[in-house]
């Protein structure tokens, strides 16, 4: 079956590391996204990616980054620079044909 | 830039009544979609309406396009547990290839 695999579903890290989130999609979808979501909260954009080997930030891309030098993967690292990075990450994807985003089902991520 | 606002932010409801949740933008849409997220879940895509004044339904679920293409809403009628969640909208606008999220309502159905 086709879909979007995060990895890990738990992450901690100590505060200052350097971590980078997985992001593995087999349904041939041209872009790719990592958004971030907080308790009780909508979801916010953190970078996206439209073809392989180019990305665009999105609302909060401030200790963030990205790569996307294979259509099926788009790994985030989220950097010492990020003020707040504990949070729930999902990674998701879409094709102009598939209609909606098929999401990942995310990665926790606790900083300590 | 563009803004997605969804109201109310929670709703308790009886099972078997009946929920709605609205979504609204700041700029005119090119299209909306709608999400439901499980608790402790991921996000599910639901539906995407296009057409000024569209009206889909699923099952117990319909979904309405404003004929403005700025506003959005989605009832459930006779609600059941399983239809406990945040359910978000996600507006689209021309020239852009990315989604604005709403802010989601959660929804808690007691039994």
């Known amino acids: 079956d086709g879909g979007i695999t995060q990895s890990p579903k738990y992450l901690f890290r100590k505060e200052g590391q350097n971590v980078t989130l997985s992001c593995e999609q087999n349904?041939?979808?041209?872009?790719m996204y990592w958004y971030r979501q907080d308790p009780g909260q909508g979801l916010r954009l953190i970078y996206y990616?439209?073809?392989?080997?180019?990305?665009q930030k999105g609302d909060i891309a401030e200790g963030y980054s990205v790569s996307r030098e294979k259509k099926e993967s788009f790994p985030l690292t989220v950097t010492s620079a990020q003020k707040n990075p504990t949070a729930f990450y999902l990674c998701?994807?879409?094709?102009?044909?598939?209609?909606?985003?098929?999401f990942g089902s995310g990665t926790r991520l606790t900083v300590v | 830039g563009q803004q997605v606002m969804q109201i109310p932010q929670y709703q308790h409801v009886q099972e078997g009544e009946d929920f709605t949740t609205y979504c609204n933008s700041s700029?005119?849409?090119?299209?909306i979609q709608w999400y439901k997220q499980r608790p402790g879940g991921h996000p599910v895509f639901l539906i995407q309406?296009?057409?000024?004044?569209e009206v889909k339904k699923q099952k117990r679920l319909t979904f309405q396009f404003g004929e403005a293409k700025k506003n959005s809403s989605l009832h459930i009628t006779a609600t059941q547990t399983t239809d406990v969640g945040t359910y978000f909208c996600?507006?689209?606008?021309?020239?852009?290839?990315?989604?604005?999220f709403g802010t989601g309502t959660r929804l808690k159905v007691l039994a």
């Open positions: 700029t005119t849409l090119s299209n």
């Open positions: 309406l296009v057409k000024s004044g």
């Open positions: 998701a994807s879409s094709s102009r044909q598939a209609g909606g985003y098929t």
């Open positions: 990616s439209q073809i392989v080997n180019d990305f």
């Open positions: 349904l041939n979808h041209d872009a």
């Open positions: 996600a507006g689209h606008s021309s020239g852009t290839y990315k989604y604005i």
